[in-house]
């Protein structure tokens, strides 16, 4: 596995990847107030979702369901459930994790309307 790891540069691979999906998050937080936080490390990203100053685990869970019927699914996490986690494999293509991302963004604006 560690031959594997170098042998693909998956780390550098993961912190390329892991920032391109935190910028294009980051974009979201105009357009959708609930997204409070977007943090990660690498490939491990976190969509900490907020009503004002308090979790909206509500919230979190309305894009996790319309996610889901799109046929992506996500995991809540977080003390108050109010984090969607993105950890897509390290080998995942990129076209893959776009298509992913899109249907986040879909899921998102539609658990805003």
Request: charged share 25%.
């Amino acid at each position: 596995m560690i031959e594997v790891l170098r042998k693909d540069r998956l780390a550098e691979r993961a912190a390329r990847l892991g920032a391109a999906v935190l910028e294009r998050a980051r974009g979201w937080q105009a357009a959708h107030p609930q997204l409070g936080d977007v943090r990660g490390l690498g490939m491990m990203v976190g969509l900490e979702f907020m009503a004002g100053h308090r979790p909206a685990p509500e919230f979190a869970t309305r894009v996790q369901h319309e996610a889901l019927e799109r046929n992506l699914m996500l995991l809540t996490c977080g003390l108050d459930e109010n984090v969607i986690r993105l950890i897509p494999p390290l080998t995942i293509p990129e076209g893959e994790l776009d298509q992913g991302l899109d249907i986040l963004e879909a899921s998102l604006t539609a658990a805003a309307s």
